[in-house]
């Protein structure tokens, strides 16, 4: 059965792709991409849109008459550890719904990929588990003039939206930076070409916190799931694996995917760490014929110290899906060990 015709926003992107591919592997919709560059390589259509321009992005949608769904993955470029731009966020989210909802009298459900920020764990410790109602964030960031803009504009349309709240991605896909499993791997190899063991690289304190991962087929099923759902309609979700390990036990396991001792914890900013031992990485690539990238560009260091030193729990309540009959959950542990086996497999890491 056919569920309709989705546009996915951001589909060269990580969530983007991940989604497409879940979509399509269904067989139940028909499926349209937009992205800045629509000839970089897709399973799906794409369409080049300029989201931030209101104007261009009217016209560039015009055509999109049988549009039933729209799920928004994209987020405006920014440095790791620089604000994100709420204005610019809220215009192209604004921007698209607006051109689709005036260009397709079909279109039912509006889906937004948000995360955990909205509950302002990156701020500091806050009260755990989160839930769906849990208080915003004291600082605004750009989930919340999205979300506010689709509750507001859908009471006045006849479509229904809905938003998720996933947290560390976990994927085996090249290419991007913000990727904790391959940045997890990519160090680990280096330490263990210079006969080092495997150093938790934040502090005492979170190597002991708590903390979880979402994957990202997971999250194309749960976000399909919402959008497809009526008891779904007009709500937020979390979404994690369901587990909440602490690094200290995670730490052992990702030493033993590489052949290494599980070292103390030594404090560090990864990318001054990492910087010198360029070389050491080019060695390894050479040496196990993987696919050719660079210590600088393949992963995302500060990235890492974001998800390294938070010295507080961060746990999601994943109660308001289960109850609404999404049920799956998966031990991030062994999730994380199958990563590392299937970006062997494409030659990715050694």
Known sequence: MKHGVAVIVGATGLIGQRLANHLQGTGAWDLIGLCRNATRPSPIPLLSVDLVDATSCRQALAGLDAVTHVFYTARFDHPEGVHESVETNATMLRNVVDAIDAASPRLAHVHAVHGTKYYGHNLGPIPVPASEDSPRASRVNFYFPQEDYLRERSKVRPWTWSTSRPHIFCDDSPGTPRNLPLLIAVYASVLREAGEPLYFPGTEASFRARTQFTDLSMLSRMIEWMAITPACANQAFNVVNGDCPRWCDLWPVFAA???????????????????????????????????????????????????????????????????????EQLDSARQLVALFDRMRAQRIIP
Not at 288 to 310: C, I, Q, R, T
């Open 257 to 327: 995917c590489f052949d290494m001792q599980p070292g103390p914890v030594r404090p560090a900013r990864l990318r001054e760490m990492m910087a010198p031992r360029a070389a050491q990485w080019d060695a390894i690539v050479t040496r196990h014929a993987l696919k050719p990238s660079s210590l600088g560009d393949a992963v995302l260091w500060e990235y890492g110290d974001y998800v390294f030193w938070p010295e507080w729990d961060i746990v999601s309540d994943m109660k308001k899906a289960r109850q609404h009959g999404f049920t």
